[in-house]
């Protein structure tokens, strides 16, 4: 039911979520550059639609944000939070394009950490609070 005032919600990009966490010190360009990488290789390699983008951006000061022995100073921790039911091989791929990608703004491929989460559809809840199990979501998730 559509809530008052207000057009009926389309498909409203609930997954999957994506946070990048590194050290402070980044630029705007390279930040966003960044985010549209992870953004390019979702898209390319778990064929989410191009509007379904949920992502955000932690900085952290060099204080709070240790880093593992023979990392650099541009080291990163990608979680990316989805639906289950994408193979190994998307996974594998996934992981490549999105490494490949930091390799081109800057970021070394030891540098990235890339964390998968995976959720089955029933726990997640968007479109006035309707279980994903229970909406056409508009992709295949199987890929």
Request: hydrophobic residues 40%; glycine residues 8%.
């Amino acid at each position: 039911m559509p809530l008052p005032n207000r057009a009926p919600l389309p498909y409203d990009g609930g997954m999957p979520l994506v946070r990048i966490e590194t050290r402070r010190g980044l630029t705007t360009e390279s930040k966003r550059k960044l985010m549209d990488a992870v953004h390019a290789a979702l898209v390319n390699k778990f064929k989410i639609p191009d509007h379904d983008r949920n992502q955000r951006f932690v900085e952290y000061a060099t204080e709070d944000f240790d880093l593992p022995q023979g990392r650099g100073e541009r080291y990163c921790i990608i979680e990316i939070t989805a639906f289950g039911g994408r193979s190994l091989d998307a996974k594998r791929a996934l992981y490549r394009d999105i490494v490949d990608r930091f390799a081109d703004v800057g970021i070394p491929r030891e540098d990235v950490l890339i964390l998968l989460q995976e959720q089955p559809s029933e726990n997640w809840a968007f479109r006035g609070g309707q279980a994903a199990c229970d909406l056409e979501l508009g992709f295949k998730v199987e890929v």
